[in-house]
């Protein structure tokens, strides 16, 4: 494929973007595979790292995202380029490109990633969420206990158990609110963040056809975002330790100037 192939098939991906340019460097780079440079809205992709056109449209499709996150977002974009938008923007956009046949997904598609994908979430993912939330069943039996012999169970699960209470009490809420371990347990706790019960039946049924965790707190934890990635609220906050320090200089010069004055006229 030359450019302009690629950049069509990005725009039958999704047409309607702001304009942008797409240009093969030519080149091979032992660092990355492309860039994109949101100043001028330019796709740079490094044809000669790969003969595989499936790789270079899976980077071109890449590159695509930042362009598609950075241009369409309400909000300034974090100087941070990977952020949990991003890799919502890019999983939503190859999910369109697997279906429209643009791009072939080798994770199902190679029987050896299929049936290595099988064992990891069969004898792994669900195993370890179904221990985890039968570990917060005997977490809430150790709670109840403690409340029986009037014992502290922050005392228990930070001293005897060494596990730490705030975990301890997640998990019990894990088990308690029934999610399912079959989401694995990293997705098991993206669930508990959900308080909505609908919202989270629908995140759940996401996350078991195969929705990226990305994508999913995206939609339904939007507002978890860090608060750094906005570029105002980081020099507001910045003015204020700003601030705050040149008070506390201020003062600590006034008595600096205190004392010397102090010391001067005995001296004379």
Known sequence: M??????????????DVEEFDLIFSGKKS???????????RQIIIHNRNTD???ALIYTAIHEFAH?????????????????????????????????KGLYNNKFRSIAEFQNLTRELKENYLIKNGELMRNFGKLLLKAFQLCKKYDMSFDDYTD?????????AKKLIRIYNEGINPEVGFPNMQTLLRIRNTDDRRKAEMDFLEGKS???????????????????????????????????????????INENLEKLQGKER
């Open 2 to 15: 030359n450019q302009e192939q690629v950049k069509n098939l990005l725009l039958e991906i999704k047409s």
């Open 30 to 40: 032992l660092r990355v595979d492309g860039l994109y440079k949101p100043d001028i």
């Open 52 to 54: 595989d056109e499936n």
């Open 67 to 99: 362009h598609v996150h950075i241009t369409t977002s309400a909000v300034p974009v974090s100087r941070r380029a990977h952020t949990k938008e991003f890799w919502s923007t890019l999983h939503h956009l190859l999910e369109i490109a697997e279906k």
């Open 159 to 167: 001293r005897e158990l060494g596990f730490g209470r705030n975990e």
């Open 213 to 255: 965790p990305d994508a999913i707190k995206t939609e339904f934890i939007a507002d978890s975002g860090r608060k750094e990635d906005n570029p105002v609220d980081t020099l507001q906050r910045e003015k204020q330790r700003i601030e705050r320090s040149i008070q506390s200089l201020s003062k600590r010069l006034e008595r």
